[in-house]
């Protein structure tokens, strides 16, 4: 075990190591500037339960309810041998009548071992490359992350299209006259890009797979399948970097005290003895970086949130950049009520007190 991996492991404790999947990679991407949450994804540390623990509990995770809609429109998308949805890939993408092989690798002869899955799919999709096959379903794709192979959930289909591979993804968010809901769209591009990521790893090639992905969503309000390409070559660079970051987790390591560790120093029911204060304090010895978006993308969030609390930076990056730096909202309320600026805060001072003004002049108040 190389010192890297021994570190993590401290960090971690005696957790298991949680397991990535497309979901949890793409919310890598989400805030790429926080070292809490690199460190953290990098040791596999459970944050949902650290959060916990430390007395932030975040609900996190699909609610039930979206969990079975989302099931019930992709097994009607599925079934038949994806009859429906080779109807509508034939439409929108122009697929020939004879491409429509439909494969499912779900299992191999009842064996769920995930390495047997995916060197099972790595050989059907070596062949599909080689003209043999259109259609995959959950292909078992892997990623490296920190130097561990994250399994990802095969919720996918590899398509093969005039040579080249596409992802489809089947989502149970509604596309209402031509629009989508911009976050959830967001999400899914990300998740996509994971998966062209990784199957771009297995095939070893870059232009063996698409950068356009292919989005099947409800139609408005029916179970009417549409199909969407997507476009994450914005996605697929944000995801590269993050990754490659994550692989350099030693230099951020190298800024931590060998000592730290999230360990909840369990006893023999796995009951955690560590207090929660203490934890608290060890989460908080690593610097993060919070910001409103942190509430649907982090289970740290309201943790990080208690402690961002009095600072511009818990007001989101588009008021912390427009705020040239002032730290704290105490400071800002201050300028705009005319205490004297500092030669770099002079300029945003004149912009806070005449809003301050505006504010009272629509609010009818004499002071803010
Ligand atoms: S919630 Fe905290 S740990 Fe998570 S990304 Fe935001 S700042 Fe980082």
């Known amino acids: 075990m190389s010192s890297i991996e021994a570190r993590l492991d401290r960090l971690r404790g005696r957790m298991l190591p949680r397991r990535h999947d497309a979901r949890t990679i793409a919310a890598l991407t989400a805030n790429p500037g926080c070292a809490r949450r690199a460190l953290m994804d990098a040791a596999g540390a459970d944050k949902q339960q650290l959060a916990a623990h430390a007395g932030f509990p975040a609900p996190f995770g699909q609610s039930q309810f979206a969990i079975t809609r989302g099931n019930a429109f992709e097994a009607q998308v599925k079934e038949n041998g994806a009859a429906q949805l080779l109807t509508l890939l034939r439409e929108v993408l122009g697929l020939d009548v004879t491409e429509a092989h439909y494969t499912d690798l779900n299992e191999v002869g009842g064996n769920e071992d995930s390495e047997l899955r995916h060197v099972y799919t790595?050989?059907?999709?070596?062949?599909?490359?080689?003209?043999?096959?259109?259609?995959?379903?959950?292909?078992?794709?892997?990623?490296?992350?920190?130097?561990?192979?994250?399994?990802?959930?095969?919720?996918?289909?590899?398509?093969?299209?005039?040579?080249?591979?596409?992802?489809?993804?089947?989502?149970?968010?509604?596309?209402?006259?031509?629009?989508?809901?911009?976050?959830?769209?967001?999400?899914?591009?990300?998740?996509?890009?994971?998966?062209?990521?990784?199957?771009?790893?297995?095939?070893?090639?870059?232009?063996?797979?698409?950068?356009?992905?292919?989005?099947?969503?409800?139609?408005?309000?029916?179970?009417?399948?549409?199909?969407?390409?997507?476009?994450?070559?914005?996605?697929?660079?944000?995801l590269r970097r993050q990754l490659n970051r994550i692989a350099r987790i030693d230099e951020l390591l190298a800024q931590y005290s060998d000592e730290l560790t999230f360990d909840l120093d369990p006893d023999e029911d796995r009951r955690p003895r560590r207090s929660s204060a203490d934890l608290a304090n060890a989460i908080r010895a690593v610097g993060a970086s919070y910001t409103p978006e942190c509430l649907s993308t982090c289970e740290l969030c309201y943790l990080c949130r208690d402690e961002a609390g009095g600072t511009s930076g818990a007001l989101g990056k588009t008021v912390r950049a427009d705020l040239g730096g002032i730290e704290f909202s105490r400071q800002v309320l201050d300028l705009a009520r005319g205490a004297a600026p500092s030669p770099e805060q002079e300029e945003v001072a004149v912009v806070l007190v005449q809003a301050a003004r505006l504010r009272r002049e629509i609010m009818g108040e004499a002071g803010m």
Do not use: W
Request: glycine share 6%; proline share 4%; with cysteine.
């Open 122 to 238: 790595r050989q059907r999709l070596t062949a599909a490359a080689a003209g043999i096959g259109t259609m995959f379903d959950h292909p078992l794709l892997r990623l490296s992350v920190a130097g561990r192979y994250a399994y990802l959930e095969p919720d996918l289909i590899a398509l093969r299209l005039r040579g080249t591979f596409h992802i489809v993804e089947i989502k149970s968010f509604a596309i209402v006259d031509g629009q989508a809901d911009p976050a959830k769209v967001a999400a899914a591009a990300v998740q996509s890009a994971v998966y062209v990521l990784a199957l771009r790893d297995l095939l070893g090639s870059e232009e063996a797979v698409h950068h356009e992905t292919i989005l099947v969503c409800p139609k408005d309000f029916s179970n009417q399948p549409v199909a969407a390409k997507v476009d994450v070559r914005r996605q697929l660079s944000v």
